[in-house]
Every structure is written in structure tokens, then in C-alpha cells.
């Protein structure tokens, strides 16, 4: 199970960048995969997620109210790769940002949970001035 985060900076405040996770095949088919981050001296937190639950044609699409409107997740299933669009960044939005995912099969709390997921990527560094 490996996935790699890319395209973290720096950003001036009021710019953009998007991330990428690279996932493998088997990652790929969990039913739930998902971005976080961590500032320093805070507490990972979930940033957003797509959950397709049973594996039913329906993508659910979950973010944390603090990027509502700003942040868009997507993925490119030919690419296995998951993307983080950041639009409109501010200095709050500094810090390490992780892909993770889950098998299925998985104790369930929630898509914006870190104790949902069980795989994780290294992180790609955020830094808004």
C-alpha cells in the first residue's frame, strides 16, 4: 500500500496550489480516501474527502467548513491519482498536508476521521506568507 504526495510550496497568500496523491491500484479501490494536514503544534485534521460507501455509482464529497468554497478534491481514476485544488490561500493553511486511505472492510468513524483511515502518504509540505 503506498501513496505519495506532490506539489506542495510556498504560496503567497491569495494563491493557489494543487496537490497530488499518487495511489496504488489496491489503495485505490478502498471506499473512502482523503486529505489532512497538520500545523505545527496542532493536531492532524481532515481537510476533505470522497467516500463511495458500498461502491455504488454515488462519490460522496466531504470538506472541513474551513475550506468550503476554497478547496476542491478530485481524482483521475486512469492516473489513480487524487488531487487537493487550494484556491484563495492564507497563512491558516500552512502545514503538512497527507493523503490517506482505507480498506473497505475498515472500522468506520467518519470521512474526515483520522481513526477511518489506516494508510497514509509522507506529506507534502504548505506554506502560505
Known amino acids: 500500500v503506498q501513496l505519495v504526495e506532490s506539489g506542495g510550496g510556498s504560496v503567497q497568500a491569495g494563491g493557489s496550489l494543487r496537490l497530488s496523491c499518487s495511489a496504488s491500484?489496491?489503495?485505490?479501490?478502498?471506499?473512502?480516501i482523503g486529505w489532512f494536514r497538520q500545523a505545527p503544534g496542532k493536531e492532524r485534521e481532515g481537510v476533505a474527502a470522497?467516500?463511495?460507501?458500498?461502491?455504488?455509482?454515488?462519490?460522496?464529497?466531504y470538506y472541513a467548513d474551513s475550506v468550503k468554497g476554497r478547496f476542491t478534491i478530485s481524482q483521475d481514476n486512469a492516473k489513480n491519482t487524487v488531487y487537493l485544488q487550494m484556491n484563495s490561500l492564507n497563512p491558516e493553511d500552512t502545514a503538512m498536508y497527507y493523503c490517506a486511505t482505507r480498506p473497505s472492510s475498515g472500522s468506520w468513524f467518519g470521512p474526515l476521521q483520522l481513526k477511518s483511515y489506516n494508510y497514509w502518504g509522507q506529506g507534502t509540505q504548505v506554506t502560505v506568507s
Open positions: 491500484e489496491y489503495t485505490y479501490r478502498s471506499d473512502s
Open positions: 470522497r467516500y463511495t460507501g458500498d461502491g455504488g455509482p454515488v462519490t460522496s464529497i
